[in-house]
């Protein structure tokens, strides 16, 4: 039995030296500021168990994609500590009375990775993409009261 439990000990051990071993070694500098230019390179490390099924975020359907896709893209809203929404992209959004119409009004800072700049139009093409039968998305019924 002690003899059992000294070679789980060390193989234990082993794979936590092998582990150690194969990992990446982190950037010797990191960046004074957390902001970089849109051309600078950016790494994003992320454990997450088994790989994405997608990072296409109207297709993705597995729990580690969308952990992915969150850290990659802002939706216009995100939840706040008590469920309720918070501003994301959009810095402010008013429903009208009779609770149809929601007009989001986005923040003028946003841009894409490569420095170009995110407009409304770039969140209604995500939604028609979403709902369009060529994309064969899985949640396109998602937004069907919108």
């Known amino acids: 039995m002690r003899l059992e439990v000294v070679r789980s000990g060390i193989a234990l051990a082993a ?33 997450i168990g088994p790989g994405p099924d997608s990072l296409d975020p109207q297709k993705a359907r597995l729990i580690e994609a969308h952990a992915v896709l969150r850290d990659l893209f ?9 469920a309720s929404p918070v501003a994301g992209a959009a810095s402010d959004w008013a429903e009208s009375e009779d609770g149809r119409i929601y007009t989001f009004k986005l923040r003028p800072d946003l841009v894409w990775s490569n420095g170009d700049p995110l407009v409304a139009a770039d969140f209604v093409a995500g939604l028609q993409r979403l709902v369009d039968p060529a994309t064969a998305s899985q949640y396109a019924q998602v937004v069907d009261v919108i």
């Open 74 to 82: 802002e939706c216009l809203t995100s939840l706040g500590p008590d």
């Open 15 to 47: 794979l936590c030296l092998l582990a150690v071993a194969c990992s990446r070694e982190p950037p010797s500098e990191l960046p004074a500021t957390t902001t970089q230019r849109a051309s600078e390179p950016k790494i994003l490390l992320r454990g």
